[in-house]
């Protein structure tokens, strides 16, 4: 409101208002100067007042500097987390990118064009980092993880993967390196960002955002984990609908699997404390005095902002608090690529169609057993196949069809939008199923572990693929199910209605823009006003045990206190008989 600040105005708005001594030619002024002045007192009373609505929000124009952290964990966390950088950097915000040195092959050579890179000193070795992965892949390939009663038989930190193999401790010791980095410590200090974006799978983050004294953003490969982002984000714990990670349930649960559902719930709540292994990252906190009287668990809960890679169209429905969004990292954002003349020769020839077949970077962990019984099935189809082998060579020994061709690049959402391809293989990660739906590609699944598995779940209730054990796999089971999904028409149909959902439910084109924007959003107004205060209760609060305890003991108390008046009422009147006859 105007009289609530004040401004101030040229001498002669004053001259006109007041006809004071200042303008001393008082009637003999031309209407025409007077109609002028007017005009120009309009416009600076205009002017000022904008100043003044200018004060109380930053300009649009004003351009922000991110810093960019996931290299811990690389792969698909890497490359979904920085689609938002680029259209950041695309708006004329900079964004610099940490990185390790035991990890910057890719990094640096893929997006030094639009980011600035910082690398920090990691006792780790690129060879020696090759080999804790290559470790985790092999058992992940074997699907000793692929469920939740075999991770609490064989939990990630059991079996082969101990001591220097075991990726906690890297990514443990690699935290430890980066805040003990002095040199990289005081550059980042005096970058001065405005915000940090980082990836939620590694615990470092939050204690590098403490000891810079920056806000950040958390992004999630995976769909809201209720044992986890119920704590760290706020998002609502219900087990009587919503399931809690790889058990394999829907959001229509039996009263067994609402049991199951309840005791993982509890479970996983300790598990991410203890094989995480939180309280080796206080330790930290406390070496480097970051915060040390806040724990790293509940550092996660200073997150302005949650984005979940992925899309309402392939999660089971459930109430999001204003401070978690979904975001499509990679679908209808990825820039038209030409294809190859021989995978496009190879596409445009296939008489039957094409199957189109990817692990990721699973393929080069695949034992030769495996790897050989899906080749096998694909032998027995009429249809030719597309195997997409990024990260390694197949297997030494393995004996693939005539019909069967193996690449080691793609251009994924071109390739999946070609009339020739029928059915995607796939062991379930979150971007390339998302572009898959996004091209209405029905879908047959290898999950291995973790959010794959998940993944197919929501895939499978909606209708639009079927999932397999690989761990039981067998060439006729394999191309059988193929032949199943690529064939009735009903899983096309449903892929398509997705498909259709889920570009429907995109405001922003293309869908990258959703998350800078609001990326951007937090970095102007903060997370305030976004953030649940459910996230302030403790576990009693949150959950009404107090008021329940409470509501319990007043219902107790009511019968106590009648049944004392009667029985006080019984002994006065029985006593009464005595007393009169001892009289």
Known sequence: MLSSKSYSAPWWVFCVELKGPCCKTGDKMSLKLVTILKLAVFCSLMASLHGMDSQDSPPASKKYKFLYFVS??????????????????????????????????????????????????????????DSVMENVGRVV????????????GHGITDGSLTGDLNIGNMWLQECDDLLGDNATMQRLREERFDMMVADDHVPCPPLLAQALNIPFVFH???????????????????????????????????????????????????????????????????????????????SYKQALLYMFQGSPALDFPRPLHPNTKYIL??????????????????????????????????????????????????????????????????????????????????????????????VYVSHGGGLTMCEAIWAGLPMVGLPIFEDQLDNFDRLESRGAGMALDITTLTPEIFSR???????????????????????????????????A?????????GGDHLRPAVMELNYVQRNLLDVYLFIFAVLALVPAVLLALCYCCCKRMCGKPGKLKEA
């Open 72 to 129: 811990m964990v690389g792969g698909s966390h890497f490359s979904s987390l920085t689609m938002s950088g680029k259209e950041l950097v695309k708006q004329g915000h900079k964004v610099v990118s940490l990185v390790s040195s035991s990890n910057t092959r890719k990094l640096r050579t893929a997006y030094a064009d639009l980011f600035s890179v910082v690398v920090f000193n990691s006792s780790y070795t690129p060879e020696k980092r």
């Open 141 to 152: 390939a074997t699907g000793a993880l692929r469920g939740f009663w075999s991770q609490l």
């Open 220 to 298: 999630s490969i995976v769909n809201p984990v209720p044992s986890k982002h119920g704590i760290w984000a706020g998002v609502l714990v219900d087990p009587s609908y919503i399931p809690e990670r790889v058990l394999g349930f829907t959001d229509t649960m039996t009263f067994i699997q609402r049991v199951q559902n309840v005791l993982a719930h509890i479970y996983y709540r300790y598990w991410w404390h203890f094989v995480f292994e939180f309280r080796r990252f206080d330790q930290l906190k406390m070496k480097y005095n970051i915060r040390p009287e806040i724990n790293t668990y509940d």
């Open 329 to 422: 990292y990679t679908a209808g954002s990825t820039p038209r690529t030409t294809i190859e003349d021989d995978v496009a020769k190879f596409l445009d020839t296939a008489p039957s169609g094409v199957v189109l077949f990817s692990l990721g970077t699973f393929t080069g962990a695949l034992e030769l057993e495996i790897a050989q019984v899906i080749a096998d099935g694909f032998a027995q189809l009429p249809h030719r196949v597309l195997w997409l082998s990024s990260s390694a060579a197949l297997p030494a020994g393995v004996k693939l069809a005539d019909n069967t061709m193996v690449v080691r690049w793609l251009p994924l959402p071109q390739v999946m939008e070609h009339p020739s391809i029928k």
């Open 481 to 515: 199910t193929i032949h199943e999904v690529s064939n009735n028409p009903r899983y096309r149909d449903n892929a398509r209605r997705l498909s259709m959902i889920m570009r429907d439910m995109q405001v922003m084109s293309p869908p990258i823009k959703t998350a």
């Open 517 to 525: 924007h609001w990326i951007l959003h937090v970095t102007k107004f």
